[in-house]
């Protein structure tokens, strides 16, 4: 077994203020698949393995009952970079300053989980690959092809218990996308996952860079189209006002939230969205976190 991490390397510990801030709404939707190997999710710790422009890291966070204190470690190849990121990791500086919502649901959602924050990872690559395997399929069977190709690509982190890195772009990159069908990936998948793995290093120098300069970029990656990118600029880059377009799921999530119709389109989640620039994607995790924590 292919170990990426080994128990004994140094790791780098700190201590991050992060006043005000639930991490575990934060984080919540990067384990919104189940059993990820690449990401554990606690009430109190999250450890997460992934892929940095230095290279493969881990980074953990552990936090106590009260808000405002983490203890952040990370080890591997890409601790210091993981290190650096971990205040964007957990929306240290999203500003909710100017988020006063006017309508009685949002604001009630908003007392209710006031400590979420939209975090932005910067980790291109894993989150490229994590969400072209969600594509145009249920969750459930997204997160057992993710688990599959994981454990087939990634490698193990020694010392903790089913903690893999993501797939290796380099090892990825050279396989031919019918041999994903083992992992029941189709083949539009499969080629996209490999197209981008082929310019993963490309991707790792996006980390830094604002989203609009990156973007043109990113579209010319087969298999990477509007849904994609929503949840790029979302997840890796943190922006509070993204709206992801095509999901199967989100506009009747916001409408019945908003005003309790049980069905709508993308239209009409813009339409209801509207008012709440440039926080709208904030409002789409109160409603998200709304539906899991009843």
Same mark, same amino acid.
Request: hydrophobic share 40%; net charge neutral; proline share 7%.
């Given at each position: 077994?292919d *170990?990426?991490?080994?128990?004994?390397?140094?790791?780098?510990?700190?201590?991050?203020?992060?006043?005000?801030?639930?991490?575990?709404?934060v984080?919540?939707?990067? $384990?919104m698949?189940p059993?990820?190997?690449?990401?554990?999710?606690?009430?109190?710790? $999250?450890?997460?393995a992934?892929?940095?422009?230095?290279?493969?890291?881990? *980074?953990?966070?552990?936090?106590?009952?009260g808000?405002?204190?983490?203890a952040?470690?990370?080890?591997?190849?890409?601790?210091?970079?993981?290190?650096?990121?971990?205040?964007?990791?957990?929306?240290?500086?999203d500003?909710?300053?100017? +988020?006063?919502?006017?309508?009685r649901?949002?604001?009630r959602?908003? *007392? !209710? +989980?006031?400590?979420?924050?939209?975090g932005?990872?910067?980790?291109?690559?894993?989150?490229?690959?994590?969400?072209?395997?969600?594509?145009?399929?249920? %969750?459930?069977?997204a997160?057992?092809q993710?688990? @599959?190709? *994981?454990h087939?690509?990634?490698? $193990?982190?020694?010392?903790?218990?089913?903690?893999?890195?993501?797939?290796d772009?380099?090892?990825?990159?050279?396989?031919?996308?019918?041999?994903? !069908?083992? +992992?029941?990936?189709?083949?539009?998948?499969?080629? $996209?996952?490999?197209a981008?793995?082929r310019?993963?290093? %490309?991707?790792?120098a +996006?980390?830094?860079?604002?989203?609009?300069e990156?973007e043109?970029?990113l579209r010319?990656?087969?298999?990477?189209?509007?849904?994609?990118?929503g949840?790029?600029?979302?997840?890796?880059?943190?922006?509070?006002d993204?709206?992801?377009?095509?999901?199967?799921g989100?506009?009747?999530?916001?409408?019945?939230?908003?005003?309790?119709? %049980?069905?709508?389109?993308?239209?009409?989640?813009?339409?209801?969205?509207?008012?709440? @620039?440039?926080? !709208?994607y904030?409002?789409l @995790?109160?409603?998200?976190?709304?539906?899991?924590? @009843?």
């Amino acid at each position: 077994m292919d *170990v990426a991490i080994r128990e004994q390397e140094v790791r780098i510990v700190v201590t991050l203020q992060a006043p005000g801030i639930d991490p575990s709404l934060v984080l919540a939707p990067l $384990a919104m698949m189940p059993s990820d190997p690449t990401m554990h999710l606690g009430p109190h710790e $999250a450890i997460r393995a992934t892929y940095t422009p230095e290279g493969p890291g881990i *980074v953990g966070l552990a936090w106590g009952q009260g808000m405002g204190q983490l203890a952040v470690n990370a080890s591997g190849d890409g601790a210091a970079w993981l290190v650096e990121q971990a205040p964007r990791l957990v929306g240290v500086h999203d500003d909710v300053g100017d +988020f006063a919502p006017a309508d009685r649901v949002v604001q009630r959602l908003w *007392v !209710r +989980f006031t400590g979420d924050r939209v975090g932005a990872t910067g980790t291109v690559w894993h989150d490229l690959a994590w969400t072209i395997t969600q594509q145009r399929v249920h %969750r459930t069977d997204a997160a057992r092809q993710w688990r @599959r190709l *994981v454990h087939a690509y990634g490698a $193990a982190c020694e010392g903790y218990d089913n903690l893999y890195t993501p797939p290796d772009p380099d090892r990825l990159a050279r396989a031919a996308p019918w041999s994903l !069908r083992a +992992f029941d990936i189709d083949e539009r998948r499969a080629t $996209a996952l490999i197209a981008a793995a082929r310019v993963a290093q %490309r991707l790792h120098a +996006f980390a830094d860079q604002p989203y609009s300069e990156v973007e043109r970029a990113l579209r010319t990656i087969p298999g990477v189209g509007p849904w994609t990118l929503g949840c790029l600029r979302a997840f890796t880059w943190g922006d509070p006002d993204t709206v992801i377009p095509g999901d199967s799921g989100i506009p009747s999530l916001i409408a019945s939230t908003l005003t309790g119709a %049980r069905r709508a389109d993308d239209s009409t989640m813009l339409e209801l969205l509207e008012p709440y @620039r440039p926080h !709208r994607y904030r409002v789409l @995790r109160l409603a998200l976190a709304a539906r899991t924590r @009843r």
